[in-house]
């Protein structure tokens, strides 16, 4: 793999990271209802999911999409299910008063699944894999360390530039210490998640 078409690579991923889309919004939420460990739980399974959409592509997602298309909609819908009833836990959620909760291990396994379905659910992810992907990369001559340097590029674009997010949320929540700003806390989590779901149920 090229430098030049590495840097290209780096470029597409990080304008599709930048871009609003269920990633940024599950990432919020998270962040701002769970603090920045358990945001950062949440980059990591976006980039997860990245990665298994990487390995995919180079043994074919493009076949692998056409003839399982129906498979690629199970799975569109069922991340957009599992946020949306996040969203709604987080809605009926009682307010916690003076100092941040804490956050169990439960709770870490399932952040790190909202951003895992959120990526594999997400069409703009599954539309550059299929379509733009192939653009930048020989699929014909692809070794390990091209997939290792693959990975590492979407490591740093994705998961930077979801990290960031993480933080900006993260910050804002220590803002809310007191019970009414807790419920509007939970009340704005639960909303973005919602709306998260429902953008990737509609979506097309």
Same mark, same amino acid.
């Given at each position: 793999?090229?430098?030049?078409?590495?840097?290209?690579?780096?470029?597409?991923?990080?304008?599709?990271?930048?871009?609003?889309?269920?990633? &940024?919004?599950?990432?919020?939420?998270?962040? =701002?209802?769970?603090?920045?460990?358990?945001?950062?739980?949440?980059?990591?399974?976006?980039?997860? !999911?990245?990665?298994?959409?990487?390995?995919?592509?180079?043994?074919?997602?493009?076949?692998?999409?056409?003839?399982?298309?129906?498979?690629?909609?199970?799975?569109?819908? @069922?991340?957009?299910?599992?946020?949306?009833?996040?969203?709604?836990?987080?809605?009926?959620?009682?307010? &916690?008063?003076?100092?941040?909760?804490?956050?169990?291990?439960?709770?870490?396994?399932?952040?790190?699944?909202?951003?895992?379905?959120?990526?594999?659910?997400?069409?703009?992810?599954?539309?550059?894999?299929?379509?733009?992907?192939?653009?930048? &990369?020989?699929?014909?001559?692809?070794?390990?360390?091209?997939?290792? =340097?693959?990975?590492?590029? @979407?490591?740093?674009?994705?998961? !930077?530039?979801?990290?960031?997010?993480?933080?900006?949320?993260?910050? @804002?929540?220590?803002?809310?210490?007191?019970?009414?700003?807790?419920?509007?806390?939970?009340?704005?989590? !639960? !909303?973005?998640?919602?709306?998260?779901?429902?953008?990737?149920? &509609?979506?097309?």
């Amino acid at each position: 793999m090229t430098i030049t078409a590495s840097i290209s690579l780096f470029i597409a991923m990080l304008i599709v990271a930048v871009s609003p889309g269920p990633g &940024i919004f599950a990432v919020v939420a998270r962040s =701002i209802s769970s603090g920045l460990s358990q945001g950062l739980v949440t980059v990591v399974g976006i980039v997860f !999911g990245d990665y298994v959409f990487i390995v995919l592509s180079l043994y074919g997602l493009s076949a692998l999409a056409q003839s399982m298309g129906d498979l690629f909609l199970v799975i569109k819908y @069922a991340g957009a299910a599992y946020l949306c009833w996040l969203g709604w836990q987080m809605l009926k959620a009682k307010p &916690i008063d003076a100092k941040l909760p804490e956050v169990n291990a439960v709770s870490t396994l399932r952040n790190f699944m909202t951003g895992l379905l959120t990526t594999l659910s997400n069409p703009k992810a599954i539309l550059f894999y299929v379509s733009f992907f192939p653009a930048f &990369i020989d699929m014909q001559s692809v070794s390990i360390l091209d997939a290792g =340097i693959i990975m590492a590029i @979407a490591s740093i674009a994705v998961g !930077g530039v979801m990290a960031a997010y993480a933080y900006a949320a993260s910050r @804002a929540r220590k803002l809310f210490t007191n019970t009414k700003a807790n419920r509007a806390l939970n009340i704005t989590a !639960g !909303g973005i998640m919602l709306g998260s779901g429902t953008l990737l149920a &509609i979506k097309n």
